[in-house]
């Protein structure tokens, strides 16, 4: 290929501070003191930790060093499937930091918070739209806690019914946080196979769900990138047995305005702002992860819910059959307050493009690699697309060693080995906000890489070459944690 993005530049090695600091440096120079130095009590002063002397430039050094051993989605193209690495545009991030955003406290009275609830309050109804529902909470602090309040909702619906369900039906193209969700709520969680086309069949649907499933939870569209075109039969099937359908709506940047779950026979449904919505995220960053709901399941949202009273907005707590607090205040008020910023400058016109291009994208790249990779399904994609291994078995080189080899070119690897239900499966989730010369430039990576399999295994077998880390015992690493430094 003509130049790769991934270099041996200069990048430096970087001690710990302890390590390079020296007794008697300082950072700053201050007047002599004018008072009689006094020491402070040994009670406190303790055993507290042994902090380094540095000077400014070596700790101004030390955190440009470390940060230039980072890749993010500000140095380059990220395509991990399933997570929507995309870029945010930097001015939501000016407006969470407003000060009167920034420094409301929590507590202070609702007279006093107007601004930040009606926030919670406005952004709310935007995703009430977007999604097609009546109502919407905002307190889960991520997806997954998302689905374990729609699965309380679902408990207590049928709770208030009169009669407890066991079951709830996952199909095996869900994410992994659904089984562990619907578990954690004291249900079983069914798994149901996904069809020869990847999406599931109505029939697989009927023959499994009976008088003890409490409902389903279909991630739409499903890990495989693809939409679950037979939504509305499975939902009617559900509900004529008298379950709930979840909708898993993480990766509704690929239907934003083209497709509202709740008109199509979703009854709760979550969204990841962190990913949709523009707040960056990777490495634990706090998230949001609303769970809307249709008519009739709105009384048991979390409480304390924001409620509009005479042109005013306060925070009630007057739904008696309300699942509690899910979180603590509203949720992460930062996280919300870019969402808002975020759909507020998209418009319903923006949002409609932004799943538009990201459809786009992956199906480009699903055209440009298909002759060289295996699609795991014959059929066009939502925003992300998904190969097998198939094409590269008889060079002996894997999915890892592959994904390994687009570092050296200067890539993220896209997810490896996720969804399960394809044979060493690589993901590829290129977002929307890619260019089509990034786009074009990741391609003849990639293929550069598949050419390489074929003709000259040893490089890939030994990369990532030009990285600082190579290859790192990724099970040690699970297993042995080091998070002292
Ligand atoms: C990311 C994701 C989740 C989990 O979201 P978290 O915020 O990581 O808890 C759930 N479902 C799908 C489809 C996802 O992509």
Known sequence: MSESLGTTGLVLNEPLLWERGKKGRCGFSMPAGDVPSSPLPAELTGDGP???DLSEIEVVRHYTRLSTWNFGVDTGLYPLGSCTMKYNPKINEKLAGLRGFAAAHPLLPSVLSQGALQLVFDLERFLAEITGLDAVTLQPAAGAQGELTGMLIIHAYHRLR????????IPDTAHGTNPASA?????LPVPVPSGPDGILLPETVVGLMDSETAGIMITNPNTLGLFEANIREIARIVHDRGGLVYGDGANMNAVLGVVKPGAVGVDILHLNLHKTFSTPHGGGGPGAGPVA???????????PRVVERNGAYELSEGFPESVGRVMAFHGHFGVLLRAHAYILSMGPDGLKQVSRLAVLNANYIREKLKDVLHPAFDRPCMHECVFSDQNQQETGITTLEMAKRLIDYGYHPPTIYFPLVVHGAIMIEPTETETKEDLDGFIEAFRSVVREAGENPGVIREAPVRCKLRRVDETAAARNPCLTG
């Open 162 to 169: 009169g009669k407890q369900r066991t079951k709830i039906l």
């Open 50 to 52: 042994d902090f380094p």
């Open 183 to 187: 578990a954690l709520c004291g249900y």
């Open 293 to 303: 709901v249709r008519k009739d399941l709105v009384r048991f949202l979390p409480v």
